[in-house]
């Protein structure tokens, strides 16, 4: 929304301030009259004839804002910062001018309160021509900095009061109120009050925003309350006038009043509940505010023996207070004309919290312990101390809430709430995004807290325009700008303690995942170039990565380079894969002699009779696995499986060595012995202890005989090769799918 009237430049503030007679705190009168007068006689010329960006006259709206602080019970020092809160945009350097003039506390107070609106009026500028995904994103924002400002709740106030009169102006004027102002109010501004227990302004807040966004619905519930008017006022007063007699007749001292009706409250009531007008038990209702509380439960108890109570409809709000603090007793009881009558009891002081909230028990530094009358200065003091704690428990409470993270806000979570607001802090990004971090969280936690890799480069930082060390702790409301370096990463210094570079947990773990990561990339580049320079020695560049580690009992080429590279495994057994020695006729194989006749069981070579035959024991073949043979020099014909890798890289070499072979038939007989096959089986299983146990029952239970075992286990992984002896293939599948059976196993497979 732009501004109807730009504010006046520097030059022309620098000339308003020549003019204006800045006052001299130190020769100021405390008197609070004085403080209100000086405060707005300083503020009048820079405030003339202005407009802010809403379209208000800005010493009218000063003057409505800081009335409605009167109103709530504010101190007359912070209703006269309203004045100096809009009079800092005619001044060319505010902060000196206004500590100068009405104190330090005074000037802080005025730089916190224009930061956040500074800050709101970029973020609604940002989102201005948005929808209404972006209206919600901006209305998030304002909770979020409203929060992020709440340490000091003074602040926190003027935004309420400020709010408020806006929206009276624009229904004074009859001018539009805009969608999103009327929206953000019902949603943040309005329960905001009522986290501070401001009955008074909540209320206002919700009927003026109601009024505005759904005007039909509010000139209809308007009319229904109009409607019978005199009728039920007179019902009221007459109500009123009986329980002002009856207890009086009871001896207790009481001020019985009408309660006001809210709109907006009537309209949820009625929507919520499907009620209709009449319906609505509330409309018509008592207030009585007695001087202690045992005189309010024996008023309630006068109210009830008079008139017939609800069933139901008895709240005690004293004995059970609402999360904000609210106290009082509600009961709703059936009057002489035969209609609902709702009647509040409550202390004065109950009262006085319950209209005002915060600002009835909130007394600011000029205040001190004389703000409680008749109680000594240490316990005034504690006082200030736990409403100080209830109010920020509030809105954390809200926090929570609006973020549906399920956790209740009741007394249950009063301590959770409470340790949160200790440990916590809200920054601004330079486009004022809210940004939540630890108290104590440095320049590289916010870093962090945006995305990782902005953390990584961060190599400086500005907060609030100038520039801070990296360890510096950032406090709430700052705005943080990170100056990050195209590549690289974090320092090691970021890890000690001492150096204060990092508070979070999480932050300093991100950086320690990070130096991990490049240890292993320096690991896994030493086991690639000792595997590569292997393979280069043995003239097998062209192997394939994945078939050799898969062939060695390893997931991937990286699995295997990273146990390479730490030392825990050979490079022996890497060559030993990669030449495996050719069987011995009496070690390893199983030697056969066959005549073309093909009579009994073993290998036939096709066209040759009487040809020794063994079974190499690379890949270990078994009926019915195609296979090849080998000729070799002096040892007869090695057969392997077609697909083996070894005998694939001998033919390619020697063609001619390649002679046809095939399984020839059992021998006929009963008494025939069958022959035994070695195969290998590969298991992959998470390590534990027992596993080569439970792996061999299986084999027991299977009855497979096992003539060899090869283990090795890293990174919690385990690796298993079993040598076994069986028939043919067909009673592995078995096998393996009893071993996929046992506990921690990933995988079991022929090798």
Same mark, same amino acid.
């Not at 006085?352 to 200065?377: D, M, T």
């Not at 360890?471 to 320092?491: C, F, H, W, Y």
């Not at 043995?538 to 009992?553: F, K, P």
């Not at 293939?729 to 078995?734: C, E, M, N, S």
């Given at each position: 929304?732009?501004?109807?009237?730009?504010?006046?430049?520097?030059?022309?503030?620098?000339?308003?301030?020549q003019?204006?007679?800045?006052p001299?705190?130190?020769?100021?009168?405390?008197?609070?009259?004085?403080?209100?007068?000086r405060?707005?006689?300083?503020?009048?010329?820079?405030?003339?004839?202005?407009l802010?960006?809403t379209?208000?006259?800005?010493?009218?709206h000063?003057?409505?804002?800081?009335?409605?602080?009167?109103d709530?019970?504010a101190?007359?020092?912070?209703?006269? !910062?309203?004045?100096?809160?809009y009079?800092?945009?005619?001044?060319?350097?505010?902060?000196?001018?206004?500590?100068?003039?009405?104190?330090?506390?005074?000037?802080?107070?005025?730089?916190?309160?224009?930061?956040?609106?500074?800050i709101?009026?970029?973020a609604r500028?940002?989102?201005?021509?948005?929808g209404?995904?972006?209206?919600?994103?901006?209305?998030?924002?304002?909770?979020?900095?409203?929060l992020?400002?709440?340490?000091d709740?003074?602040?926190?106030?003027l935004?309420?009061?400020s709010?408020?009169q806006?929206?009276r102006?624009?229904?004074?004027?009859?001018?539009?109120?805009?969608v999103?102002?009327?929206?953000e109010?019902?949603?943040?501004?309005?329960?905001?009050?009522?986290?501070?227990?401001i009955?008074?302004?909540?209320?206002?807040?919700?009927?003026?925003?109601?009024?505005?966004?759904?005007?039909?619905?509010?000139?209809?519930?308007?009319?229904l309350?109009?409607?019978n008017?005199?009728?039920?006022e007179?019902?009221?007063?007459?109500a009123r006038?009986?329980?002002?007699?009856?207890?009086?007749?009871?001896?207790?001292?009481?001020?019985v009043?009408?309660?006001p009706?809210?709109?907006?409250s009537?309209?949820?009531?009625?929507?919520?509940?499907?009620?209709?007008?009449?319906?609505?038990?509330?409309?018509?209702a008592?207030?009585?505010v007695?001087?202690?509380?045992?005189?309010?439960?024996?008023a309630?108890?006068?109210?009830?023996?008079?008139?017939?109570?609800?069933?139901?409809?008895?709240?005690?709000?004293?004995?059970?207070?609402?999360v904000?603090?609210?106290?009082?007793?509600?009961?709703?009881?059936?009057?002489?004309?035969?209609?609902?009558?709702?009647?509040?009891?409550?202390?004065h002081?109950?009262h006085?919290a319950?209209?005002?909230?915060?600002?009835?028990?909130?007394?600011?530094?000029?205040?001190?312990?004389?703000?409680?009358?008749?109680?000594?200065?240490?316990?005034a003091e504690?006082?200030?101390?736990?409403?100080?704690?209830?109010?920020?428990?509030?809105l954390?409470?809200?926090?929570?809430e609006t973020?549906?993270?399920?956790?209740?806000?009741?007394p249950?979570s009063?301590t959770?709430?409470?340790?949160?607001?200790d440990?916590?802090?809200?920054?601004?990004?330079?486009?004022?995004?809210? !940004?939540?971090?630890g108290?104590?969280?440095?320049?590289?936690?916010?870093?962090?807290?945006?995305?990782t890799?902005?953390?990584?480069?961060?190599?400086g930082?500005?907060?609030?325009?100038?520039?801070?060390?990296?360890?510096?702790?950032l406090?709430?409301?700052?705005t943080?700008?990170?100056v990050s370096a195209k590549?690289?990463?974090?320092?090691?210094?970021?890890?000690?303690?001492?150096?204060?570079?990092l508070?979070?947990?999480r932050?300093?773990?991100?950086?320690?995942a990070?130096?991990?990561a490049q240890a292993?990339?320096?690991t896994m580049?030493?086991?690639?170039?000792?595997?590569?320079?292997?393979?280069?020695?043995?003239?097998?560049?062209?192997?394939n990565?994945?078939?050799?580690?898969?062939?060695?009992?390893?997931?991937?080429?990286?699995a295997?380079?990273?146990v390479?590279?730490?030392?825990e495994?050979?490079l022996?057994?890497?060559?030993?894969?990669?030449?495996?020695?050719?069987?011995?006729?009496?070690d390893?194989?199983?030697?056969l002699?066959?005549?073309?006749?093909?009579?009994g069981?073993?290998?036939?070579?096709?066209?040759i009779?009487?040809?020794?035959?063994t079974l190499?024991?690379?890949?270990?073949?078994?009926?019915?696995?195609?296979?090849?043979g080998?000729v070799?020099?002096?040892?007869?014909?090695?057969?392997?499986?077609?697909?083996c890798?070894?005998?694939?890289?001998?033919?390619?070499?020697?063609?001619?060595?390649v002679?046809?072979v095939?399984?020839?038939?059992?021998?006929?007989?009963?008494?025939?012995?069958?022959a035994?096959?070695?195969?290998?089986?590969?298991?992959?299983?998470s390590?534990r202890?027992?596993?080569?146990?439970?792996?061999?029952?299986?084999f027991?239970?299977?009855k !497979?005989?096992?003539t060899?075992?090869?283990?090795?286990s890293a990174k919690?992984?385990?690796?298993?090769?079993?040598?076994?002896?069986?028939?043919?293939?067909?009673?592995l599948?078995?096998?393996?799918?009893?071993l996929?059976?046992?506990?921690?196993?990933r995988?079991?497979?022929?090798?």
């Amino acid at each position: 929304m732009k501004s109807r009237a730009e504010a006046p430049p520097v030059a022309q503030a620098a000339a308003i301030v020549q003019i204006v007679e800045v006052p001299d705190a130190s020769r100021s009168s405390d008197a609070p009259g004085d403080r209100l007068a000086r405060a707005r006689s300083f503020a009048e010329p820079l405030l003339a004839g202005r407009l802010l960006d809403t379209g208000e006259d800005a010493l009218a709206h000063a003057d409505g804002a800081a009335a409605i602080l009167a109103d709530i019970g504010a101190s007359p020092a912070l209703c006269a !910062v309203t004045w100096l809160v809009y009079a800092g945009d005619g001044l060319s350097d505010p902060d000196s001018a206004l500590a100068k003039g009405f104190g330090e506390d005074a000037a802080q107070l005025v730089s916190l309160t224009r930061k956040l609106v500074q800050i709101q009026r970029a973020a609604r500028r940002g989102t201005a021509t948005g929808g209404a995904p972006d209206r919600r994103a901006q209305t998030e924002r304002v909770r979020k900095m409203l929060l992020a400002f709440s340490r000091d709740l003074r602040v926190v106030l003027l935004r309420l009061a400020s709010r408020l009169q806006t929206l009276r102006w624009h229904a004074a004027s009859r001018t539009p109120c805009p969608v999103d102002l009327a929206e953000e109010t019902l949603q943040v501004f309005a329960p905001l009050a009522n986290r501070l227990g401001i009955a008074q302004v909540k209320w206002e807040l919700e009927d003026l925003s109601f009024r505005f966004l759904k005007p039909d619905e509010y000139r209809h519930i308007a009319a229904l309350v109009d409607g019978n008017r005199a009728a039920r006022e007179a019902a009221v007063q007459a109500a009123r006038s009986e329980l002002s007699a009856l207890l009086a007749q009871a001896g207790l001292v009481a001020e019985v009043s009408g309660r006001p009706k809210h709109l907006y409250s009537i309209w949820k009531k009625m929507r919520g509940k499907g009620l209709s007008f009449e319906r609505v038990l509330d409309a018509r209702a008592l207030r009585v505010v007695l001087g202690s509380v045992a005189d309010c439960y024996a008023a309630l108890a006068r109210v009830h023996e008079h008139w017939s109570a609800v069933a139901g409809e008895f709240d005690d709000y004293i004995a059970r207070p609402k999360v904000n603090g609210y106290r009082s007793l509600h009961t709703v009881v059936v009057a002489d004309d035969g209609l609902p009558l709702e009647v509040q009891l409550r202390t004065h002081e109950m009262h006085q919290a319950a209209e005002h909230g915060v600002a009835a028990h909130w007394l600011y530094k000029e205040s001190g312990a004389r703000g409680y009358v008749g109680v000594s200065a240490p316990e005034a003091e504690q006082r200030l101390a736990e409403a100080r704690k209830a109010v920020l428990r509030e809105l954390l409470a809200w926090e929570r809430e609006t973020h549906g993270d399920g956790e209740p806000a009741g007394p249950a979570s009063s301590t959770p709430a409470l340790a949160a607001d200790d440990e916590r802090i809200y920054v601004f990004t330079p486009q004022a995004t809210i !940004v939540e971090l630890g108290v104590g969280a440095t320049p590289v936690d916010f870093a962090y807290s945006l995305h990782t890799e902005l953390g990584h480069r961060c190599r400086g930082a500005r907060v609030d325009g100038a520039l801070v060390p990296l360890n510096t702790p950032l406090r709430s409301g700052q705005t943080v700008e990170i100056v990050s370096a195209k590549d690289g990463g974090p320092s090691l210094d970021w890890l000690n303690a001492e150096l204060g570079y990092l508070k979070s947990q999480r932050h300093r773990a991100k950086v320690r995942a990070w130096f991990n990561a490049q240890a292993q990339a320096q690991t896994m580049a030493r086991g690639r170039e000792g595997v590569e320079k292997l393979l280069q020695r043995e003239g097998r560049t062209a192997v394939n990565l994945a078939t050799m580690a898969e062939g060695l009992g390893f997931k991937s080429p990286e699995a295997l380079f990273e146990v390479v590279g730490k030392d825990e495994y050979s490079l022996r057994h890497i060559e030993q894969w990669l030449r495996p020695p050719e069987p011995e006729p009496d070690d390893d194989t199983v030697p056969l002699k066959r005549s073309r006749s093909a009579s009994g069981g073993g290998v036939l070579v096709v066209g040759i009779d009487s040809l020794m035959t063994t079974l190499a024991r690379c890949c270990r073949p078994a009926p019915p696995d195609a296979i090849a043979g080998y000729v070799t020099r002096g040892k007869g014909v090695a057969i392997h499986r077609q697909h083996c890798s070894n005998f694939r890289h001998m033919a390619s070499q020697q063609p001619d060595r390649v002679i046809a072979v095939a399984w020839g038939e059992p021998e006929p007989g009963p008494r025939a012995a069958a022959a035994l096959y070695a195969m290998d089986v590969t298991v992959e299983a998470s390590d534990r202890q027992g596993l080569l146990r439970d792996i061999s029952e299986v084999f027991t239970r299977e009855k !497979v005989n096992v003539t060899g075992v090869n283990t090795q286990s890293a990174k919690g992984v385990a690796w298993m090769t079993f040598t076994v002896e069986l028939h043919d293939t067909a009673r592995l599948a078995g096998v393996l799918g009893a071993l996929a059976k046992v506990g921690g196993v990933r995988s079991a497979r022929r090798r």
